[in-house]
């Protein structure tokens, strides 16, 4: 089944990718979360896929692949602290890569229901700390997760961002690629 829901008014479907930006001012954790975040290209720095119902969510974050909840279409991660491992966040928006793809509502519905179950057969996996072996699925980096979701739908999140003075990063599925490579609403 297809869920639908709004995140900061920007509507949202199942497995629709939600990017967010790596902390938030004037909170502690926010704070050490900002400075890890300038370490990546852009301003997308980190991956949520939405699941649904309501505002279930799914990440591969410091505890490894796991479930949340966004709570009445807010994004307030302060609110979720223990339950993100005191991951703050600030939403930027929803990349939506199946946009503009001319699938039927069958094909979109199949695609969709197919990276749901797949992020789900994922949870308790541990953090990729690997980010250039975005391949293997022992283990999952937050944009790795959504990369192999649709990659078994022939879609490929990695487009080839690299970032300068670092052999080999084109390898890694940045957040700010799949921001800037894929249809996407940006919250206001």
Request: aromatic share 10%; glycine share 8%.
């Amino acid at each position: 089944m297809i869920y639908q829901y709004r995140i900061n008014g920007v509507p949202i479907q199942s497995g629709d990718i939600i990017c967010t930006s790596d902390g938030k001012p004037d909170l502690l954790p926010g704070e050490f979360w900002r400075l890890i975040g300038r370490l990546l290209p852009g301003e997308a720095d980190h991956i949520v896929i939405y699941i649904g119902p309501a505002g279930r969510c799914i990440e591969a974050g410091a505890q490894g692949v796991s479930l949340f909840e966004i709570p009445a279409g807010q994004w307030q991660s302060e609110r979720l602290l223990q339950e993100r491992a005191f991951f703050v966040d600030t939403f930027l928006g929803v990349a939506e890569p199946l946009k503009h793809l001319a699938l039927t509502p069958a094909e979109e519905q199949r695609i969709r229901e197919d990276i749901v179950a797949y992020c789900l057969a994922q949870i308790g996996k541990p953090y990729n700390l690997n980010y250039l072996d975005a391949e293997r699925e022992d283990a999952f980096y937050c944009s790795q997760l959504a990369y192999k979701a649709y990659q078994r739908h022939s879609i490929n999140l990695n487009t080839g961002q690299e970032m300068p003075n670092l052999p080999g990063s084109v390898k890694i599925i940045f957040p700010q690629e799949i921001w800037d490579g894929f249809a996407h609403r940006r919250a206001s």
